[in-house]
T-cell receptor
């Protein structure tokens, strides 16, 4: 079984400040980890993903996340928030499959990011 | 860049009516999924589909729901008799069998269903 916990349903930061969105996961096997962003009335857009290899992954729009196995965490960060970053962010986990592409992705409850001018 | 497309973008229906939501997955993908998001809530897994059959379904996916791949390109979700609580955004997704994007779901823009 797999699950995701996102701490904080709402996060507010000032423009130019550090963005930190927290995600902890639970998985019985090595996971794939994802961050998706959803702008109002739009679909889900992949920000970044961790599958294998380097534990610090960089995504679009200046976001990055670090996979920490010892802490079962995959927190999302951005050094300097921009007004356009205001959106809802979902952390997600799926089980790593040795072969084939089937993935059942389990989403966290989401964190709404507000950026204050 | 290949993308998943969904139609309609928004559908309003009366309670008890049948609804079909359509999706065109990325052409070389073999796994297909439906997720839904009730307004203000998390994105929930409904069903996955591979090799013309359901691979896995959640408890939400009851007898009122069905999926079909009627031809080589479309993937549909049918709700036989809609209920008020079916109002949600429905997302279609697909994933590759192999290759550099294995493990990544590509999502469509969603179909918003409003049941009155």
């Amino acid at each position: 079984a797999q699950s995701v916990t996102q701490l904080g349903s709402h996060v507010s930061v000032s423009e130019g400040a550090l963005v930190l969105l927290r995600c902890n996961y639970s998985s019985s096997v090595p996971p794939y980890l994802f961050w998706y962003v959803q702008y109002p009335n739009q679909g889900l857009q992949l920000l970044l993903k961790y599958t294998t290899g380097a534990t610090l992954v960089k995504g679009i729009n200046g976001f990055e996340a670090e996979f920490k196995k010892s802490e079962t965490s995959f927190h999302l960060t951005k050094p300097s928030a921009h007004m356009s970053d205001a959106a809802e962010y979902f952390c997600a986990v799926s089980l790593r499959i040795s072969s084939g592409g089937y993935q059942k992705v389990t989403f966290g409850t989401g964190t709404k990011l507000q950026v204050i001018p | 860049e290949p993308e998943v497309t969904q139609t309609p973008s928004h559908q309003v229906t009366q309670m008890g009516q049948e609804v079909i939501l359509r999706c065109v997955p990325i052409s070389n993908h073999l796994y297909f999924y439906w997720y839904r998001q009730i307004l203000g809530q998390k994105v929930e897994f409904l069903v996955s589909f591979y090799n013309n059959e359901i691979s896995e379904k959640s408890e939400i996916f009851d007898d009122q729901f069905s999926v079909e791949r009627p031809d080589g390109s479309n993937f549909t979700l049918k709700i036989r008799s809609t209920k008020l609580e079916d109002s949600a955004m429905y997302f279609c997704a697909s994933s590759a069998r192999s290759g550099p994007n294995t493990g990544e779901l590509f999502f469509g823009e969603g179909s918003r269903l409003t049941v009155l």
